[in-house]
């Protein structure tokens, strides 16, 4: 019941009341694990203490499986001090210490980027905690070093590992590959991979990657392309970061065409890719009028049930107005509403490309479905809607925009005063500009100073300070 219980806090009540009050039963270590585990995953260290305390003090025999679940959930929580104190305080229930707590904690400390303590508990390991480390332990400790740059420090643990009784694996070289990599030799790189292959050494899909991506950080995209190639050649297939580097590299590149196939590729595969790939993608397709290409991604997307989220569609639709489409991105961006929930920046995309090209009503209609469906506008909204009626020389409507604004207490820029200060002047209606002038300075978002430059600039050949002042002592009357 625990185990497949979703609510965290009756999960918990659950656990209690059948200690306390459920005839004939008590609770063992299995139910213990069970909640600890629970909680642990849920973040929810404080009740977990008090019940590993609870745990302590009842005498029941433990195994290693639970502390080993808290000390990894504490690692991804960021609190490598309370993975520590976990581990140590292990014996104190009665339970040894082995290779592979010590290894769930060294993982631990390495995610947390603690890799000094890394480095002090293998050293301690055997002495300290009677614990013979292995191979996945030593491939920890040079994952370490590599991570700190020590490579030096990280090839000598390789050379020692036949004497501590262990031979090293394809895991242990493809970690220095990486850590040659990181610091862009590739020179060190290229050789370690050798070594694998010397050793008669299959690498893996993780290897291959790993040394592509060395060569595409290098802007050595056709030396990662021979290796992905070479990778084909020896049966093993690409997984999804392998696509994820070449495909970004192509992007780099502005090879669309390359990015695209590879993507279509992944999507073949089964692979589901990320919304900053498929972005980067529609990117490079767009900025090299492709932006058919793009929609047709899109589509695509949507029939390998990829659905678009609304970052794709919003760069999408972005282009589909840059390049004057904005009909094709209403439609997009309709199709898209049916499934999901457009997002503010989906709406302000699609109503920024409306403004531009004048469709007002357009954009007041997005405007009015936006709102309907609880999704409030922010200051870059009011601003292209007060931009488009400038454009169209409709300046007053951007006042009356304006005021709504205000009254929604959504705090306007600078950006916002200037647009329809601008916009008023260029229409000959200085008399309004001094409402606008006593709105910005009632409603906050600009400061005198900046207004006064401001009106230099749009007044010519008058005093900003001294109209500032004079429109203030209007309002005030």
């Not at 009341?17 to 139910?31: E, I, L, M, R, V």
């Not at 070289?173 to 050494?201: N, Q, V």
């Not at 936006?370 to 488009?388: A, D, Q, R, W």
Request: proline fraction near 3%; charged fraction near 25%.
């Amino acid at each position: 019941m625990i185990t497949h219980q979703q609510n965290l806090d009756l999960a918990l009540q659950i656990f209690e009341h059948a200690g306390k009050f459920h005839p004939g039963f008590s609770h063992n270590y299995d139910t213990y694990h069970s909640i600890i585990h629970k909680l642990s995953r849920a973040r929810a260290f404080e009740p977990m203490e008090n019940l590993i305390s609870q745990l302590q003090n009842s005498g029941i025999k433990c195994g290693e499986n639970l502390f080993i679940t808290v000390i990894r959930n504490y690692g991804i929580a960021s609190k490598p001090k309370m993975a520590v104190k976990t581990f140590l305080r292990i014996k104190d229930f009665g339970v040894y210490q082995s290779v592979r707590s010590l290894n769930t904690l060294l993982n631990a400390l390495v995610q947390n980027k603690r890799y000094d303590l890394v480095h002090l508990m293998f050293k301690n390991s055997r002495k300290k905690f009677g614990i013979i480390p292995n191979v996945f332990t030593c491939n920890i400790l040079i994952k370490a070093l590599c991570k700190r740059n020590d490579i030096d420090g990280a090839i000598r643990v390789l050379y020692e590992m036949p004497s501590m009784g262990m031979i090293p694996n394809v895991v242990t070289y493809t970690t220095i590959l990486g850590g040659y990599i990181s610091r862009g030799d590739l020179l060190g790189a290229k050789r370690t991979f050798g070594e694998i292959l010397d050793r008669g050494w299959l690498p893996d899909a993780t290897t291959y990657t790993i040394l592509m991506d060395g060569f595409c950080k290098q802007g050595r995209l056709v030396d990662a392309v021979k290796i992905m190639d070479d990778m084909e050649e020896n049966g093993v297939d690409p997984n999804d970061v392998t696509y994820g580097v070449m495909i970004e590299a192509y992007c780099k590149e502005s090879k669309s065409g390359e990015a695209l196939n590879l993507l279509e590729d992944m999507l073949e595969k089964k692979y589901i890719p990320s919304s900053g790939l498929c972005c980067k993608v529609v990117d490079v397709l767009c900025e090299a009028d492709k932006v058919e290409d793009a929609c047709d991604l899109w589509k695509k997307l949507l029939k390998k049930n990829c659905t678009p989220d609304n970052a794709i569609s919003s760069t999408l639709i972005h282009w589909l107005c840059k390049k004057g489409k904005i009909w094709e991105a209403r439609k997009l961006f309709d199709e898209f509403g049916r499934g999901s929930i457009p997002s503010l920046l989906t709406n302000n995309t699609l109503i920024a490309g409306m403004c531009e090209k004048g469709e007002l009503h357009e954009a007041g209609k997005l405007w009015d479905d936006m709102v309907e469906k609880g999704c409030v506008p922010n200051s870059f909204t009011y601003n292209m809607l007060i931009t488009g009626f400038c454009k169209v020389g409709s300046a007053r409507e951007g006042i009356r925009v304006l005021e709504e604004m205000l009254g929604k207490a959504c705090l306007p820029n600078r950006s916002t005063y200037s647009i329809l200060i601008e916009g008023l002047c260029d229409l000959g209606l200085e008399k309004e500009v001094s409402k606008v002038v006593f709105l910005a300075i009632s409603g906050g978002g600009v400061d005198i100073g900046s207004l006064t430059l401001f009106v230099n600039k749009v007044v010519p050949n008058q005093n900003g300070g001294e109209i500032v002042d004079r429109l203030l002592m209007e309002n005030a009357a």
